[in-house]
């Protein structure tokens, strides 16, 4: 039972335009939220985070969303950027600050054209 | 430092055969993490470590799966004997305690049994 899911395999976008990334989650529990980042032959790196207390989280281009009620969050780059073509990982886990359990989705690829 | 340290990078093996793949982790790092990704499940955990005591292994699929972590800076994952189904990325993950941005993974080790 996949309990993070990103139904989206892929997302194709111009470059400077918005891309929007999206992950649902069935686990109530949840109440920390992560998207990694990962290029082809790499290992994923962490991207940006949220916990459920926000609605929202910023860090430059990059923004997190969350919606509690509809237990969705969505990852919004802007503007997009050639070197942001990579796979985007949504995650979550129980708890916030420990190295508890992260559940993952099976990632979404994004493309970014010029 | 150099990251966490996977090898082997790729692995070609014959159906039946026992693998044994490798990791070292960020020194410091408690917790140790092994994934496998593929692209019906995404990013699925396996079992994981903390200070070199195996605490949840619910994630390994069968019997022919094996983790062990010897001391604090080496772990193994061993199949054996290794099936056409095993092949997937192997990605193993280190954090500390207090690391609210998750986890550093290694590159993995692209494992495909023929």
């Known amino acids: 039972d996949q309990q993070v899911k990103q139904n989206s395999p892929s997302l194709s976008v111009q470059e400077g335009r918005i891309s929007i990334l999206n992950c649902d989650y069935t686990?109530?529990?949840?109440?920390?939220f992560l998207w990694y980042k990962k290029y082809p032959a790499e290992g994923p790196t962490f991207l940006i985070s949220?916990?459920?207390?926000?609605d929202k989280n910023e860090d430059g281009r990059f923004t997190v969303f969350l919606n509690k009620s509809a237990k969705h969050l969505s990852l919004h780059i802007v503007p997009s950027q050639p070197g942001d073509s990579a796979v985007y990982f949504c995650a979550a886990s129980v708890g916030t600050g420990t190295a508890s359990k992260l559940t993952f989705g099976t990632g979404t690829r994004l493309q970014v054209t010029l | 430092d150099a990251g966490v340290i996977q090898s082997p990078r790729h692995e070609v093996t014959e159906m039946g055969q026992e693998v044994t793949l490798r990791c070292k982790p960020i020194s410091g790092h408690d917790y140790l993490f092994w994934y496998r990704q593929t692209m019906m499940r995404g990013l699925e955990l396996l079992i994981y470590?903390?200070?070199?005591?195996?605490?949840?292994d619910s994630g390994m699929p069968e019997d022919r799966f094996s983790a062990k972590m010897p001391n604090a800076s080496f772990s193994t994952l061993k199949i054996q004997p290794s099936e056409p189904r095993d092949s997937a990325v192997y990605f193993c993950?280190?954090?500390?305690?207090?690391?609210?941005?998750?986890?550093?993974f290694g590159s993995g080790t692209r494992l495909t049994v023929v």
């Open positions: 686990n109530s529990m949840f109440d920390y």
């Open positions: 470590f903390n200070n070199n005591v195996p605490i949840d």
């Open positions: 949220i916990s459920s207390i926000k």
């Open positions: 993950a280190s954090s500390f305690l207090a690391a609210p941005r998750g986890y550093t």
